[in-house]
């Protein structure tokens, strides 16, 4: 069975990553500080643990598994905190990045599955994102990843690493078998808060700004599910190991929903009501940021069967009263 390194393999997406990897035939290697990560999400192979900016243990676990291919989730990720705290995000996510890309190209692991984001489009004023829109990150956390790829880029150019990135909107629901689901600490994703006010575990959910030119006032983002998003990494997978050379995709569905319409969307599913107020805008946030492209489908044959927010809602749901969190 070929090893794949999950950097991130003990986290949100990583860990959804590590259970499509198992059940594709591949031996997912978990490699985890677990500063956001959680051991017990770690069920589909071995784990490591060390941190992205340990070259050392990186050369060791390069060496111990020689994995065909890298996924690399291992980021922090909240655009909020970027706009706090800059600089953690340009070491840990693009200094910790160079230190794995560096590691990979030393020990001729040259295939790199990487999870980048809608936000290195930035604020484009409603206009369709496809893969050819103009990069204009206005976060630190998209500036951090879209320099992960301009890295990628130019290892490609130098050492031969061939990438697919993905380039991903916004992620939702858990795993349906109810193995594994999302769980930050802090909680700063819309859906796992709108159910925590909905069941009490907060006092309400604060609205970021009702004055953006939407329809509602809200900020719009494209949803996509968990399990739909780390199929396509395994049609990433493939595409490199086939040889089909460095690419990247968008991976959404197309469809925006406000923040009002995703707590109405929840408050259906659920059958209560979502308690919420409303605040000022969060810094960072994109008015609106819908993904434009066919790429994903047309090219790695992607087809999303759980992206709709009822599933998505309702498999967080499920997760979030399953009791299943990470002590
Ligand atoms: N949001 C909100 N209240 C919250 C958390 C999020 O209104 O407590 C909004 C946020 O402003 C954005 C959307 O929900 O418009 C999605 O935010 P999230 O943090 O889930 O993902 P992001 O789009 O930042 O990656």
Not at 85 to 113: D, H
Request: proline residues 4%; glycine residues 10%.
């Amino acid at each position: 069975m070929d090893n794949i390194l999950v950097t991130g393999g003990a986290g949100y997406i990583g860990s959804h990553a590590c259970k499509a990897l198992r059940a594709a035939g591949f031996n997912p290697v978990t490699y985890d500080n677990l500063v956001t990560g959680w051991e017990d999400a770690v069920k589909f192979g071995p784990f490591e643990r060390g941190d992205l900016l340990d070259r050392a243990r990186l050369n060791e676990v390069f060496a111990a598994y020689r994995p065909v291919a890298v996924m690399h989730f291992a980021a922090l990720s909240q655009v909020g905190e970027s706009m706090q705290a800059p600089g953690k995000y340009w070491l840990n996510n693009a200094g910790g990045s160079l230190t794995l890309i560096e590691a990979a190209a030393a020990a001729g692991c040259q295939r790199f599955v990487f999870s980048s984001t809608c936000a290195t489009y930035g604020d484009q004023d409603n206009v369709v994102l496809d893969e050819q829109s103009v990069q204009l990150p206005i976060n630190a956390y998209g500036a951090s990843k879209r320099a992960i790829e301009d890295m990628l880029s130019d290892f490609g150019a130098s050492h031969g690493i061939e990438s697919v990135i993905f380039r991903y909107f916004n992620v939702a629901g858990a795993d349906p078998e109810g193995e594994i689901g999302e769980f930050h600490q802090p909680e700063t994703h819309l859906i796992p808060l709108i159910l925590d006010a909905i069941d009490g575990k907060r006092a309400a959910l604060t609205i970021f700004g009702t004055d953006y030119d939407t329809p509602d006032g809200t900020c719009i983002r494209d949803y996509v599910h968990v399990c739909d998003l780390v199929d396509a990494h395994i049609l990433g997978l493939n595409w490199l190991v086939d040889g089909k050379g460095s690419r990247a995709f968008n991976l959404g569905t197309g469809a925006g929903f406000s923040v009002r319409e995703v707590m109405e969307r929840a408050a259906m599913v659920t059958g209560k009501p979502v308690p919420c107020s409303e605040g000022p805008r969060r810094a960072g946030d994109c008015t609106k940021l819908v993904s434009g492209s066919k790429r994903a489908e047309d090219e790695l044959g992607w087809r999303p069967k759980r992206s709709t927010l009822e599933h998505m809602v309702a498999d967080a749901w499920r997760w979030h009263q399953s009791g299943h969190y990470a002590k």
